[in-house]
């Protein structure tokens, strides 16, 4: 069956520390689609990155990277030199290519707390 | 600026009474979701809409309806508000035809049923 864990419901760090937040994923098919949100305290949920499950290539974006391995089925984001106004909730989520109108499955959430 | 707008942040209502959360998009999207946020559950797919006068029911229906009569307009119905209804709610929009296109979501609306 299809499922997303994040099994980090809390995280807290000090200001400019990295930090990794886990995402597992389980799916039958091979083709499908991984996502990352993020949700500031304001609640508008924030299109981060999209990975499709051909595509292992790791990806950087200013202090942000991400890490897709299919052999572990993981997709992992990390920051580098946190800072404050990382602080939100950030979501994997999943969404297969054959399912019908593309559904995603959201993992349940990781809270990142950046303390100054 | 592409926008999903949900008319309402914060709302308080009774236990029965009728409540209408309203979503609004720019965009021409086809495909209209409303999901609920709770602590600890991540999004919860209540229904949602694939074209005009077209719904499905997603994870978590009950007790709720939805109405879409306008492509940018997708509407939730609590039609008898219970206590177990209060959460935040998401509405979200996003083009129809592939898996890898990316939701937009509105700023959700919180919701207290006393």
């Known amino acids: 069956a299809q499922k997303v864990t994040q099994a980090q419901t809390e995280i807290s760090v000090v200001e400019k520390e990295d930090v990794t937040l886990d995402c597992v994923y389980e799916?039958?098919?091979?083709?499908?689609?991984l996502f990352w949100y993020k949700q500031p305290p304001s609640g508008e949920l924030v299109f981060l990155i999209r990975r499709n499950s051909f595509d292992e290539q790791n990806e950087i974006s200013g202090r942000y990277s991400w890490n897709f391995q299919k052999s572990t089925s993981s997709f992992n984001f990390t920051i580098t030199a946190s800072q404050v106004v990382d602080s939100a909730v950030y979501f994997c989520a999943l969404s297969e290519a054959y399912n019908s109108n593309y559904q995603l499955i959201w993992g349940a959430g990781t809270k990142l707390i950046i303390k100054p | 600026d592409v926008k999903v707008t949900q008319s309402s942040r914060y709302l308080v209502k009774r236990t029965g009474e009728k409540v209408f959360l309203e979503c609004v998009q720019d965009m021409d999207h086809e495909n209209m979701f409303w999901y609920r946020q709770d602590p600890g559950l991540g999004l919860r797919l209540i229904y949602f809409?694939?074209?005009?006068?077209?719904?499905e029911k997603g994870d978590i229906p009950e007790g709720y309806s939805v109405s879409r009569e306008k492509k940018e307009r997708f509407s939730l119905i609590l039609e008898s508000a219970s206590t177990n209804q209060t959460s935040m709610y998401l509405c979200a929009s996003k083009m129809q035809g592939s898996g890898a296109n990316v939701l937009t979501f509105g700023a959700g609306s919180r919701l207290t049923v006393l």
């Open positions: 809409s694939y074209d005009v006068k077209m719904k």
């Open positions: 799916t039958r098919d091979t083709t499908y689609y």
